[in-house]
């Protein structure tokens, strides 16, 4: 099969999660980077018209949306599957996927993660606490939502990543 072009932002959470599919599934792929700054260039327009990322290529065949993006993977490198085969275990990893992208995503890891990471480390700016705390209502609610599935580990303590200063041990 021929190699895979990723088209994201290195560190993007959406082109991760696209990279470790592909790395779990042993396929042969490329990053191509996404300057910031270029999101809205005609160049990558062509490629996604909301002017996001990740952009998938594959033979020809070019595909936004992480989620797309993954289930094409799962379809076309079967093995191993990353899908669970029983219909009731594949929904609820739907659901949790989702609940990560809607919920955890959108207002929490990414207000919390930009006033804990990448404000302080890359912009030199101190966190924005009340900022952090507007998140954590949102965070709380993603984090009962986690009993749902399991408690998975990406939803299970939004509310420990608000409090730990980066780079210091996980309690």
């Not at 005609?42 to 909301?50: D, W």
């Not at 275990?89 to 993660?113: E, H, K, P, T």
């Amino acid at each position: 099969m021929s190699e895979f072009a990723v088209h994201s932002i290195p560190g993007s959470p959406f082109g991760r999660a696209v990279l470790a599919t592909l790395e779990e599934k042993g396929a042969s792929y490329r990053l191509s980077p996404v300057a910031p700054g270029t999101f809205r260039s005609a160049e990558h327009l062509a490629r996604h018209p909301f002017g996001r990322v990740p952009v998938l290529e594959h033979n020809g065949f070019n595909l936004y949306e992480t989620q797309a993006i993954l289930r094409y993977l799962d379809r076309v490198l079967p093995t191993p599957s990353l899908t669970p085969a029983d219909p009731k275990r594949a929904a609820r990893m739907d659901q949790a996927m989702n609940v990560n992208d809607w919920y955890l995503f959108q207002g929490v890891s990414n207000v919390i993660g930009f006033h804990r990471v990448i404000g302080p480390r890359l912009m030199g700016l101190k966190p924005d606490e009340a900022a952090i705390e507007a998140a954590m209502p949102k965070a709380r609610g993603v984090r009962r939502a986690g009993a749902a599935f399991g408690r998975a580990t990406v939803l299970r303590r939004p509310s420990h990543i608000a409090r730990r200063p980066f780079g210091r041990a996980a309690d």
